[in-house]
């Protein structure tokens, strides 16, 4: 009797492995894989092939880029107003304000008229060229590679080979590797991508979305290289890499046990969701079958190409214009105020503590990181190594900052509020100091 009733369910695990799916999970996953995570040599310079892709659009059609970045500034701007969201709630309404400051802030860079501390190369045009301009073309095209990578099956498979580890360590699914490794190697803004996506389709809870928002989505390798040149630190490109790695991965394992991200709902986006199954045996045959049943539920490609370009383009939408205004805002207080020498004081103790050289400073640059990433390191540029190489990891550890990732995160469905995710920002750059301190003392 045993035997008859398991067969229906042996013939349901097979109806979903045939030639077609086969195909579209090897396929679809390796392209997508390929562009995001294999660095490759062109021209001298060795990133992943999506950075490639990035650089030849940045450089081919340089001179249309900046109006082609416009557009959607304008469109990002007056979306809110268009889908009436704009009026949601205070946060909307804030944020939508902002956009409409970034669009005029995009107006004045461009075509070159406005106050002239605007034009200090620290200022607009840091903004625009550093960040604007990179995530302006990144997000829609990495969106379309997103389509490859996530839509055919691989996020499933990888979910369950690793669902021992992500679960008890970070409480997030074993799909969630996926999200960590893309915002390393490629870009928080399409680890946000990745996150929203999944979030939106019920595969991710309320809390386990933010965790993953706030924990995984930093800079990518990349922009820890700029970092490390400018600080001089190319020399120790390995040990600091790899320090910053386990370090923020440590922090998010600590944040994700303390308020408040240990009481986010466990709600999913629309009420309902598809929990992941907890594989206990069996786990590379149970990887094949949820690898199988994704591709054979699949989109079919260019469809999926297309809903995945339109949501990155709205998205990037949603975030240059608050790059240009929150950003702009971040900057003109470091600059020009005195406010980050007073928050650097809840980071002082710690500081001290752990014996940096010129803990006020290193307190100072800590605080900073809040405004915009790079601002740290432009602030320790002639600190002492051991000072430079724990700024530098908390650059990229705290991972919470206002002139991108905090308008990414507010872009996406990810129900999280402003002031918690200053309290997540306090935490991890706590946390970050008094770990990756000692680890600095002991490898420099």
Not at 74 to 96: C, E, H, Q, R
Not at 208 to 222: D, K, Q, Y
Request: glycine residues 6%; neutral net charge; hydrophobic residues 55%.
């Amino acid at each position: 009797m045993e035997n008859l009733q398991s067969k229906p369910s042996v013939t349901e695990e097979k109806k979903h492995v045939n030639g077609k799916n086969v195909l579209k999970f090897f396929i679809y996953s390796i392209i997508g894989a390929f562009t995001f995570f294999v660095p490759i040599k062109i021209n001298g310079k060795t990133t992943i092939p999506l950075d490639h892709i990035v650089t030849f659009v940045g450089d081919t059609f340089h001179s249309i880029v900046p109006y082609y970045i416009l557009l959607v500034i304008i469109f990002g701007a007056v979306y809110p107003f268009v889908n009436k969201t704009w009026n949601k709630d205070i946060v909307n309404m804030v944020l939508s304000f902002f956009k409409i400051i970034g669009m005029i802030v995009a107006f004045m860079l461009i075509f070159h008229f406005g106050p002239k501390w605007l034009f200090n190369p620290d200022m607009g045009p840091y903004l625009f060229g550093k960040l604007v301009v990179s995530v302006g073309v990144l997000v829609p095209i990495g969106a379309v590679f997103l389509a490859l990578l996530v839509g055919y099956g691989l996020l499933e498979f990888i979910g369950v080979l690793v669902q021992p580890i992500m679960r008890p360590v970070w409480r997030t699914p074993g799909r969630s590797a996926i999200d960590a490794v893309a915002s390393f190697v490629g870009s928080y803004s399409i680890g946000l991508l990745i996150t929203n996506k999944v979030f939106k389709e019920g595969n991710y809870t309320i809390r386990e979305a933010t965790i993953i928002a706030t924990g995984f989505s930093t800079v990518s390798a990349t922009f820890m290289i700029i970092i490390a040149k400018t600080l001089d630190m190319m020399d120790i490109w390995n040990v600091y890499f790899w320090v910053t790695l386990v370090v923020t991965f440590a922090v998010t394992a600590i944040t994700v046990r303390i308020w408040p991200l240990n009481k986010m709902s466990d709600e999913y986006y629309e009420g309902e969701g598809t929990p992941e199954k907890i594989v206990t045996k069996n786990r590379l045959k149970e990887a094949w079958k949820e690898g199988m049943e994704a591709a054979d539920n699949s989109l079919p490609l260019f469809k999926n190409i297309w809903i995945n370009l339109k949501d990155g383009v709205i998205m990037t939408g949603a975030i240059l214009p608050s790059i240009l205004s929150v950003g702009l805002l971040g900057l003109v207080l470091a600059t020009y105020t005195p406010v980050f020498d007073v928050v650097g004081y809840i980071f002082y103790p710690f500081t001290w503590l752990v014996h940096l050289p010129d803990p006020m400073l290193a307190a100072k640059a800590s605080a900073m990181e809040i405004a915009e990433m790079f601002l740290p390191s432009l602030l320790v540029v002639n600190a002492a190594l051991v000072t430079k190489f724990v700024i530098a990891v908390v650059s990229v550890s705290a991972i919470i900052f206002f002139s991108a990732l905090v308008p990414c995160i507010l872009s996406t469905e990810i129900p999280i509020s402003i002031p918690k995710l200053i309290v997540i920002w306090i935490e991890r750059t706590i946390l970050t100091i008094l770990i990756a301190a000692p680890i600095a003392y002991l490898l420099l």
